[in-house]
């Protein structure tokens, strides 16, 4: 049973767009929703990252929006670089930010310049 | 600051041996975990070391056991490979003492089952 479910698988957007990325989640004692970013041959690097007390999170170019009562969130990138294009996993976890983490299947995001 | 390394970086076995793959976790923390990552898919937990002992575990066979030493280093072993475990293998690690501290992974180790 997936308890994590990302879409969409692909993505291709324009330089300079926005890229929106959704998660959607099961379980609800999920406390910590980070999202990883993933080049090829490389390990997940965190992004950024949220707790069920807030809405929203702004770091840079990168935003989470949250939304409890749907058990959603969602990843967007703004003024999308072709430096942007990788893979990007939402994960969830239970408990403190180094308890395990259960990971989406991934989006592939492609930025065309 | 040196981060999460993992060795060896590439690794080929036949079915039915045995692996040993090894991580170091960043300077400072005491808690490593492993993850699975299928080709195309989002990486696996796997298990999780805090004190040298297992905390947590995912839902995958004992033929999967690890250990973490003094040093707070970890190994992972894989025993009676089969062609399913062909993978790339991440490990994370963190500081177990500020819950907020999010997991930092290293580049994993790209196994190949012949």
């Known amino acids: 049973q997936q308890q994590v479910k990302q879409s969409p698988q692909s993505l291709i957007v324009q330089k300079g767009g926005i890229s929106i990325i959704n998660c959607a989640y099961e379980?609800?004692?999920?406390?910590?929703f980070p999202w990883y970013q993933q080049f090829p041959g490389k390990g997940p690097a965190l992004l950024i990252a949220i707790r069920p007390d807030v809405s929203e999170k702004k770091e840079g170019r990168f935003t989470i929006s949250f939304n409890k009562s749907a058990k959603q969130f969602s990843l967007h990138i703004m003024d999308s670089q072709p430096g942007d294009s990788a893979t990007y996993f939402c994960a969830a976890s239970n408990g403190q930010a180094g308890t395990a983490l259960i990971f989406g299947k991934g989006t592939t995001l492609s930025v065309s310049s | 600051d040196a981060g999460v390394t993992q060795s060896p970086t590439h690794l080929i076995k036949t079915r039915g041996q045995q692996v040993t793959l090894r991580c170091s976790p960043k300077?400072?923390?005491?808690?490593v975990s492993w993850y699975q990552q299928a080709l195309g898919q989002g990486p696996q937990f796997i298990f999780q070391y805090y004190e040298e002992e297992e905390r947590q575990r995912g839902n995958f066979p004992d033929r999967f056991s690890g250990h973490q030493f003094p040093n707070y280093s970890s190994e992972l072993n894989v025993n009676a490979l089969l062609l399913g475990d062909s993978a790339l293998y991440l490990c994370?690690?963190?500081?177990?003492?500020?819950?907020?501290?999010?997991?930092?992974f290293g580049d994993g180790t790209r196994l190949s089952i012949l």
């Open positions: 379980n609800t004692a999920f406390d910590y």
């Open positions: 300077s400072g923390h005491d808690t």
């Open positions: 994370a690690s963190s500081w177990t003492g500020d819950g907020n501290q999010p997991q930092h």
